[in-house]
């Protein structure tokens, strides 16, 4: 299994930001992606993420700010963010793994290299 993001970087805040990851070793058939996202000082927490059956999800701190994405014949999902704050400032990973459908999200079992995203004041 083996990710490629891209995307992140530094915008003040307000603006917006898209990144993208590109998987491969597996398929949407196979593990849900999410993503998730780390500040300094932080624990890792839950971001988004698309089940096996397209259904998307959010934390509530990104909701109605953040979409996410895929495109299965590219094995691709991205994340729009829009009104970034500077509170977003982390740096963000693709993950795969299983699909918990009580608490609607991904549980990982791999993990990306991680982008930094940095929204200033």
């Known amino acids: 299994v083996h990710f490629v993001e891209s995307g992140g970087g530094l915008v003040q805040a307000g603006g917006s930001l898209r990144l993208s990851c590109q998987f491969s070793?597996?398929?949407?058939?196979?593990?849900?992606v999410g993503w998730f996202r780390q500040a300094p000082g932080k624990e890792r927490e839950a971001v988004s993420c698309i089940s096996s059956s397209g259904n998307t999800h959010y934390a509530d701190s990104v909701k109605g700010r953040f979409t996410m994405s895929s495109d299965n014949a590219k094995n691709m999902v991205y994340l729009q963010m829009n009104s970034l704050k500077p509170e977003d400032t982390a740096v963000y990973y693709c993950?795969?793994?299983?699909?918990?459908?009580?608490?609607?999200?991904?549980?990982?079992?791999?993990w990306g290299q991680g982008t930094q995203v940095t929204v200033s004041s």
């Open positions: 993950a795969a793994g299983d699909y918990n459908d009580y608490d609607k999200r991904v549980e990982p079992h791999y």
């Open positions: 070793g597996f398929t949407f058939e196979d593990l849900s």
